[in-house]
């Protein structure tokens, strides 16, 4: 199995940027796609974006197209999602997961962290 550790979350206002990663133990790493999603108080749990084993696929929602960036590094057993230009919209607790194919559907993903908080003020 695959456990991960989200980190990097926090405070920060509107406009400005944050980097969360998710470590990943083991030694499989690479051979899973990576899952980032989101959930805010009295929501579902929505996709944010995703990257396959290698790198050579990503995929975004259209609400964070163009702001959230997604990457990998394999060698260190760590997904990144780094964020710009911050929303309020965008405060939620934060989690990466690990599946076998990058899809929207959380249900497909077999591993997920604990999460980390964040919270972007006006």
């Known amino acids: 199995q695959v456990q991960l550790v989200e980190s990097g979350g926090g405070l920060v206002q509107a406009g400005g940027s944050l980097r969360l990663s998710c470590a990943a133990s083991?030694?499989?790493?690479?051979?899973?796609?990576m899952g980032w999603f989101r959930q805010a108080p009295g929501k579902e749990r929505e996709f944010v974006g995703g990257i396959n084993w290698n790198g050579g696929s990503i995929y975004y929602s259209d609400s964070v197209k163009g702001r959230f960036t997604i990457s990998r590094d394999n060698a260190k057993n760590t997904v990144y999602l780094q964020m710009n230009s911050l929303k309020p919209e965008d405060t939620a607790v934060y989690y990466c997961?690990?599946?076998?194919?990058?899809?929207?559907?959380?249900?497909?993903?077999?591993?997920w962290g604990q999460g980390t908080q964040v919270t972007v003020s006006s």
């Open positions: 083991g030694r499989t790493f690479s051979r899973y796609a």
């Open positions: 997961a690990a599946g076998y194919l990058v899809v929207a559907d959380k249900s497909k993903y077999y591993f």
